[in-house]
């Protein structure tokens, strides 16, 4: 990235042996890559360089989605996440309703970003090599939100829908703790649908209409 004409790249680095390596390069570019010796977990990188700022990482696989899901929930603080996972995980992301890959984080990465696969890594391109590819996608925040919904109501939704994803949502919902059927009526979805035919805009909408119902059962 430097050598490409990046003004400033601050690289958060857990391992000292990775650290030791990077400090010749810090000295090389001198006042434009700045080391930090830390756990990305803990980091915000938002908290670490002014504006504009944009995320290029290869993930611990572990840790991706624990990691994406921490940035989304401040992803307007960047212009665009490029980021390495593990192809299966990666076409999770941009899966469509109806494929067998769309999930609970189909849903939400979707809502708020638009996600486009970029191009896969092969095996042979590490050392040691994994037993996986991994895929390389790019994450542009959407000048807003899909369509509206509170991000807790949403997270509720899906986790329920998805958890017994071959079940229709008359099933799988009931773990929503409410009734199912005023709660369907009111997103206007036919009860028998299962899941993985919900669009994301469908699944706002059923977000919206548990915040709704959760209000009034509270009131």
């Known amino acids: 990235m430097l050598a490409e004409g990046a003004e400033r790249v601050i690289a958060i680095e857990r391992d000292p042996r990775s650290l030791a390596a990077l400090e010749p390069l810090a000295a090389f570019y001198e006042g434009r890559l700045r080391l930090v010796a830390g756990d990305a977990l803990r980091e915000d990188p938002a908290q670490l360089g002014e504006p504009p700022r944009k995320i290029v990482a290869n993930l611990p696989y572990n840790i991706a989605t624990h990691l994406l899901l921490g940035w989304l929930d401040r992803i307007r603080d960047y212009e665009s996440l490029t980021l390495m996972f593990q192809r299966e995980v990666a076409l999770r992301l941009v899966a469509s309703p109806g494929s ?74 009931k773990s929503l703790g409410m009734p199912v059927e005023p709660l369907l009526e009111l997103a206007g979805i036919a009860p028998t649908r299962r899941p993985e035919e919900l669009s994301v805009a469908e699944f706002c909408a059923l977000a919206r209409a548990f915040a709704e119902l959760s209000r009034r059962r509270g009131a």
Request: charged share 20%; net charge positive.
């Open 100 to 173: 067998g890959g769309y999930g609970r984080l189909s849903v939400l990465v979707q809502w708020l970003t638009e996600p486009r696969l970029l191009f896969d890594v092969p095996a042979r391109a590490f050392v040691p090599p994994p037993k996986v590819t991994s895929s390389v996608l790019s994450l542009h925040p959407r000048a807003r939100p899909l369509a509206p919904a509170a991000k807790s109501a949403l997270e509720r939704v899906t986790a329920a829908a998805f958890g017994q994803r071959r079940k229709m949502l008359r099933q799988s919902l």
